[in-house]
């Protein structure tokens, strides 16, 4: 059929849509679960520097052309792939939002809090400490990933400021210490070259380091509980009190650009 330049090409009658193989969908995304693994073991033994997609392509027994049709530049794969670490899964729901969080806000305590937050940033730090190391260290030398650097750490920021709310409705923080501050802390000490400075140059377990980060923030944030009285004692006298002060809202995670593992 021939068409003059400008004109609108015929549409066919029948208005059948484009049909849409579940083979190939699923082979698709067999295909790009092989490149992810191949390129998350890469980036991890060699940095963002080291790996190459060609590198990539041959680990996932793939061809070039098909890792760059699924990820079309190196920082997109690194970023699905730290994506994918962070929360453990490809499922399109940030951490935050996920049954654990609804969970750990439920706790009756404090340290109950802390401990269910320990429990789930462990494990995703295990899985993905190295890769955020590989692109914050990456911006250095790579423009292309300053923006990725960036979200990382903002995404940082929303998680410390939501461990330092849901802390604060089971007790309040320690007297001279203001919420900006104690994001701050908690910040730092969810920086993932914390973890991988004490899991592998001080080779630290890492359960070590997950007693250290939720007993560390009941230290550095709360006052100490007096004797005699119980975590609960103390927050049913800070809800009580005349003076109370609620935590303002936190950001949400949908605040920021796209990321399923955002939150971590």
């Known amino acids: 059929m021939n068409t003059t330049a400008g004109s609108t090409p015929a549409v066919p009658q029948s208005g059948r849509r484009p049909y849409r193989s579940p083979l190939r969908q699923a082979q698709a995304r067999?295909?790009?679960?092989?490149?992810?693994?191949?390129?998350?073991?890469?980036?991890?033994?060699?940095?963002?520097?080291?790996?190459?997609?060609?590198?990539?392509?041959?680990?996932?027994?793939?061809?070039?052309?098909?890792?760059?049709?699924?990820?079309?530049?190196?920082?997109?794969?690194?970023?699905?792939?730290?994506?994918?670490?962070?929360?453990?899964?490809?499922?399109?729901?940030?951490?935050?939002?996920?049954?654990w969080a609804a969970s750990a806000r439920a706790a009756p305590d404090a340290t109950a809090f802390l401990d269910a937050?320990?429990?789930?940033?462990?494990?995703?730090?295990?899985?993905?400490?190295?890769?955020?190391?590989?692109?914050?260290e990456g911006a250095r030398s790579d423009d292309r990933l300053v923006p990725l650097a960036a979200q990382l750490s903002a995404q940082r920021a929303v998680t410390a400021g939501w461990i330092v709310d849901g802390l604060t409705e089971k007790t309040p923080l320690r007297a001279g210490l203001d919420r900006s501050e104690a994001i701050d802390i908690v910040w730092?000490?969810?920086?993932?070259?914390?973890?991988?400075?004490?899991?592998?140059?001080?080779?630290?377990?890492?359960?070590?380091?997950g007693r250290f980060f939720a007993d560390g923030l009941l230290r550095l944030l709360t006052e100490p509980v007096p004797a005699g009285q119980t975590e609960e004692d103390q927050q049913r006298r800070v809800a009580t009190s005349p003076g109370a002060i609620r935590a303002p809202q936190q950001q949400r995670p949908g605040d920021l650009p796209p990321g399923r593992g955002q939150g971590m």
């Open 30 to 99: 067999r295909t790009r679960a092989r490149i992810l693994e191949a390129a998350t073991q890469l980036f991890r033994t060699h940095g963002y520097a080291g790996t190459t997609v060609a590198a990539v392509a041959a680990a996932a027994q793939v061809s070039v052309a098909a890792v760059e049709l699924a990820f079309p530049t190196k920082p997109d794969l690194l970023k699905a792939a730290i994506d994918i670490a962070i929360a453990g899964d490809d499922e399109p729901m940030p951490v935050l939002e996920r049954p």
């Open 117 to 136: 937050v320990a429990t789930i940033l462990v494990p995703a730090a295990e899985r993905s400490d190295a890769l955020v190391l590989a692109a914050l």
């Open 188 to 209: 730092l000490l969810m920086d993932p070259a914390v973890f991988d400075r004490l899991t592998t140059a001080r080779r630290w377990p890492p359960d070590r380091f």
